[in-house]
């Protein structure tokens, strides 16, 4: 399918009079990391490209072709995880926005559907606007609400949202054809007194590589929190790129 307002799909000539008239651009950095028995490698790819399609046609925005592969330091150890370093990732992402800014374009948000790489973005766009005084780069969140936090049916593992009630509901909704729920599996892990305080990956104490009840997500509920997702970003858009 052709999306109007992804990089990907444009021609050159196109390409070249949208990023100069667009609001901006976005660009997802996203990760290669298991969420376990039930959802597939590609799920924070997925809800980040799809969301940041929806955020791109009501704003005005374009969608640059995803870096697929983030900073997932935490699940490394688990089959088809693939993690790069920050700096890798750092200096990945500024060469793309490098290439962006000689073309024009007017601002440009890192997003992902991967808070992981957060720290990242936000290192990121501090170091252009030092280097190069670009006050155009910005970092935005995956935005959630504690009040869609406290709608979810079971409860939610202190220590991270992956694969469980949320993330699989927001991946149900968007690619119903990715979400197995008869795979999920049921774990609240309780990490070591000393986890805080020393490196250590997820495997040392969780099996399944997801947290929480995966099983107990549904698609209205990832219909909410996606819906929640993309107008607080648009309405961000809005109000800061102007
Ligand atoms: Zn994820």
């Not at 028995?37 to 790819?45: E, F, G, I, S, V």
């Not at 073309?103 to 559907?113: D, E, N, T, V, Y």
């Not at 009040?147 to 593992?157: I, R």
């Amino acid at each position: 399918m052709k999306f109007k307002n992804y990089a990907g799909h444009m021609t050159a000539p196109e390409f070249s009079e949208k990023i100069k008239t667009a609001r901006g651009t976005i660009l997802l950095g996203g990760s290669c990391e298991q969420h376990g028995h039930h959802l597939p490698l590609d799920t924070d790819n997925c809800i980040g490209l799809e969301l940041a399609l929806k955020i791109a046609e009501q704003t005005d925005m374009i969608v640059m072709p995803p870096v697929n592969y983030g900073q997932v330091w935490s699940a490394k150890g688990f089959p088809g995880t693939i993690c790069l370093s920050s700096s890798t990732l750092k200096l990945l992402l500024k060469e793309i926005i490098l290439n962006l800014e000689q073309q024009k374009a007017r601002h440009i948000i890192l997003m992902s559907g991967h808070n992981g790489n957060y720290p990242v973005f936000k290192e990121l766009a501090r170091e252009l606007l030092d280097e190069y005084g670009w006050e155009n780069v910005w970092h935005f969140p995956l935005p959630i609400s504690k009040e869609l936090m406290e709608k979810a049916q079971t409860p939610l593992p202190s220590l991270a949202n992956h694969a469980g009630e949320i993330e699989t509901s927001m991946l149900m909704y968007l690619r119903p054809d990715l979400a197995d729920l008869s795979k999920a599996t049921k774990e609240f892990p309780q990490p070591p007194k000393d986890y805080p305080f020393r490196p250590m990956h997820w495997n040392a104490f969780l099996k399944s590589g997801s947290f929480g009840d995966g099983g107990a997500a549904s698609l209205e509920y990832g219909k909410e929190l996606c819906e929640y997702a993309v107008e607080t970003t648009v309405q961000r858009i809005r109000e800061f790129l102007n």
